[in-house]
């Protein structure tokens, strides 16, 4: 399912980044590869760190060879998140995938991008209150039903399910 879901992000990442001819003026000279943004919330959580920024990194470079990635992490700090998406975005990102620390706050960041015509690609949280070009998420009802029947298969196991008492 992961894998998946890294081939949809990546892939509306790619389709925007090679649609993205109309950026060139802002980019440094010499710099006609495009530029994809990575923008992930924290590290505390393992997944972040260990599976989604490699594995983003890695599908990128196997998609488009000639793409940069711009990688940052927020450490939980909606201010920082901020100072880096403006950043990207004065470097010339052609794309930006933008897992928001704060869903909410995050608005001004991809108005801002739509001002400079970046494609902004919500990763993982829901932005609400603007208007992008995807949203890419895991189906949460399809992980739920996951959880429930693991659940399930576990206890049936032990001999504990369907028995009406809590242990």
Known sequence: MRARWFVAVLTAAAVLAGGCGNNA????AG???????????????T????????????????????CK?????????????????????AQGADVLV???????AVASLVNQAKQKKVPVVAYDRLISGITYEYYVSFDN???????????????????????????
């Not at 003026?25 to 440094?28: A, E, L, T």
């Not at 710099?31 to 959580?45: M, Q």
């Not at 972040?48 to 000639?66: I, S, T």
Request: with cysteine; aromatic share 6%; charged share 25%.
């Open 47 to 66: 997944r972040y760190e260990a599976f989604d920024r490699p594995l983003f990194e890695a599908k990128v470079k196997a998609l488009c060879a000639a």
């Open 25 to 28: 003026g802002d980019k440094p």
């Open 31 to 45: 710099s006609d590869a495009p530029t994809i943004a990575l923008f992930l919330p924290e590290s505390k959580t």
């Open 141 to 167: 009802v399809r992980v739920g039903e996951m959880q429930g029947q693991a659940l399930l298969d576990a206890l049936n196991k032990t001999g504990k399910a369907g028995s009406g008492r809590s242990s």
């Open 69 to 89: 990635v711009l990688y940052a992490n927020a450490d939980q700090d909606a201010a920082k998140q901020q100072q880096q998406v403006e950043a990207a975005l």
């Open 98 to 104: 933008l897992d928001a620390v704060d869903a909410g």
